[in-house]
């Protein structure tokens, strides 16, 4: 069902999915970079472009959104509650889910927020590495309309490994580009 309702959302809307069946595969398993992450829309085609890969998702929000008064819309999308107020440990736990689920895709918004950063968070680089995944490099293209995978890349060694998702990035335009910092560090 979920993904007849993504079809339908990617048809009307304009938008098409960009990922090889082999991409696909090896992101099960995976961090997935949700960049660029410039609008509230983002988490729509985000979704719908899981769906469309029937890949299983998991993602953090805020845990306002994954409360009783949301009759579990969010977390039936994947969503798990974070409470922001309290130091956490995310990258451990995150890093123990996708060890103890192997089908597990988890997409993390690298620039942390829809607002321009300086730089990247570097959680998704951590989860990764502790996790002993690879990192897939998910997307989204407003100028062309294409949500997908760019590339999956093992988790090398950090200044190699964000090279290469910075250059991979260059030509992907989010909804609001003026918000989009292409610069990892």
């Known amino acids: 069902m979920k993904h007849l309702f993504a079809r339908f959302i990617f ?3 304009g938008w098409k ?13 995976a961090v997935m970079i949700a960049a660029p ?15 469309l890969m029937r890949l299983p998702l ?16 969010f977390t039936s999308m994947g969503a798990i509650g974070v409470n922001r107020s309290k ?9 123990e889910l996708l060890q103890r689920d192997k089908n597990m895709t988890l997409m993390v918004p690298a620039e942390g927020t829809r607002k321009r950063v300086d730089q990247w968070k570097t959680g998704f680089y951590q989860i990764a590495k502790k996790a002993g ?8 293209d407003y100028e062309k309309k ?7 890349i093992p988790c090398g060694e950090q200044l190699d490994t964000f090279a290469e998702i910075e250059k991979t990035y260059q030509h992907v335009a989010g909804k609001y580009p003026e918000q989009y910092n292409k610069k990892i560090f």
């Open 133 to 140: 995944t690879p990192i897939s490099l998910g997307f989204l």
């Open 87 to 95: 130091r956490n440990n995310l990258v451990e736990y995150a890093a």
């Open 37 to 51: 992450h410039t609008s509230n829309y983002d988490l729509v085609y985000a979704v719908g472009a899981f769906w």
């Open 11 to 13: 048809f009307v809307t």
């Open 17 to 29: 999915l960009a990922a090889t069946p082999e991409d696909i595969k090896a992101s099960q398993n």
């Open 58 to 73: 998991k993602f953090f929000i805020k845990d306002f959104y994954t409360q009783w008064y949301f009759f579990g819309f």
């Open 146 to 152: 294409h949500a997908g995978i760019l590339k999956v």
